[in-house]
C-alpha cells in the first residue's frame, strides 16, 4: 500500500501521518534519513511527533527516543474515539428535534401571531414554502387530490421532498390522481414512487380540483383554479376544512386503485354486478337521464359510477370501456 492520506478522517494531517508511516518501517531517528520525511524541517518533524504521542500513534521511551505504536492498537484506539465522539454529536443532534415544536410555537406567536382562518399566499415560491412548512408540522395524515394535466418537472422536484419526507416519517398519505394525468410517463413515473414509498393512489376518470389537507386542521386550495400559478388559500376554518375533507372521502370512495389500470385478463379486479349494469345501460341508452333512471339512482351518482368503470378498465371512452371490459375477460 502506498503513502496516501488514509487517517485524515481520524484528525491526522498529512505530515502527521508521514511520520507515522515512517517510524512504523523505522525504529532509528528521524533526522538524516532519506524519504518524505527527510524534506520536512526539523521543527515540522518534532511538532508531528508531539502531535502523534497525544493522539497515542507514537510512544517515548526512556531513552527520549520516539516509536510508532502498532495500529492494531493506536489507530484502532483512534477509531473507537472518534466513533464515541460521533455518538455523542449523533445524539445531541437527535435531542436538537425536541426543540421543534417549542420552535414552532414561538414562530407562531411571533411572526404570525394569529394566524387568519383563511389566508391568501401569492406567488409559486411561496406557495412552495407554505407547503413545505405545512408539510414538515403534519404529524398524521396528508390527503390531496391532483388534477388532470400531466405534472411538470419542475413541480414533481419540488413535491417529492415533501412528499417522501412525509412518508419517511410513518404519515399515512392517501392521493387522488386523474387517469388522464397517468398516461404521462413522468406523472406515472412520480405517483409510482410514491406508491413503492408507501403512498396509498387511486385514480378517478373525471376531472378534479387541486386540494391538499393535512392532520383535516389545515387545507390547501388555488387561489384561481384556472392560473394556479397566481397562488393558494390556506383554509384552517374547521367547518371548511371539514368540507373538504369529506369532498376529498367521496372522491376517494368512487375512485379505483391504480393498480386495476395494469389488470390482465381475468385480473385481481373484475367487475362487480354494479359496474356490468352500468355498462350494459351504456350500450343501449344514449342520454345519462334516462341511464339514470333504469338505474334508479341520481344523474351525478351514474356519472360518478361510469367514471368509476372507466377508471377501472383504463378505457377512453364510455364505448371503449365496454370493450376494454371484455378484453380484460371481466365480461
Known sequence: MGDGVLLSCLGVTEEEERVYRFLLR????????????????????????????????????????????????????????????LRARMRDVDAARSAVSELGREFQRGTRVAAADIEQ?????????RLDELAFFAHREVLAIHPSAPWKGRNIEAARPLDLRCLRRGLTFRMVVVREALRDALTRAYVDELVSAGAQVRCVG???????????SQAVVPLDPGETR????????????TGLVDLFERTWESAADIATLEGGPGGEHPLSELDKQVLDVLSRVDKDEVAA???????????????QVMARTGANSRFQAAVRAKELGWL
Not at 532509528?28 to 520536512?40: D, K, N, T
Not at 531513552?63 to 483512534?78: K, M, N, Q, T
Not at 344523474?299 to 360518478?304: A, P, V
Request: glycine residues 12%.
Open 121 to 129: 399566499v401569492l406567488g409559486g415560491r411561496e406557495v412552495w414554502a
Open 206 to 216: 373525471e376531472p378534479v380540483q387541486r386540494t391538499i389537507v393535512y392532520d383535516r
Open 293 to 307: 333512471r333504469e338505474l334508479g339512482v341520481s344523474l351525478r351518482t351514474f356519472q360518478r359510477y361510469v367514471a
Open 230 to 241: 397566481r397562488g393558494a388559500v390556506v383554509v384552517r376554518q374547521p367547518g371548511l376544512v
Open 26 to 85: 523505522n525504529e532509528q531517528g528521524l533526522i538524516g534519513e532519506s524519504g518524505p520525511v527527510a524534506a520536512m524541517s526539523q521543527e515540522g518533524v518534532k511538532s508531528s511527533v508531539r502531535r502523534l504521542v497525544a493522539l497515542g500513534l507514537v510512544r517515548v521511551r526512556d531513552d527520549g527516543s520516539v516509536v510508532a505504536v502498532d495500529p492494531a492498537i493506536g489507530v484502532e484506539r483512534l477509531i473507537e474515539d472518534t466513533l464515541s465522539g
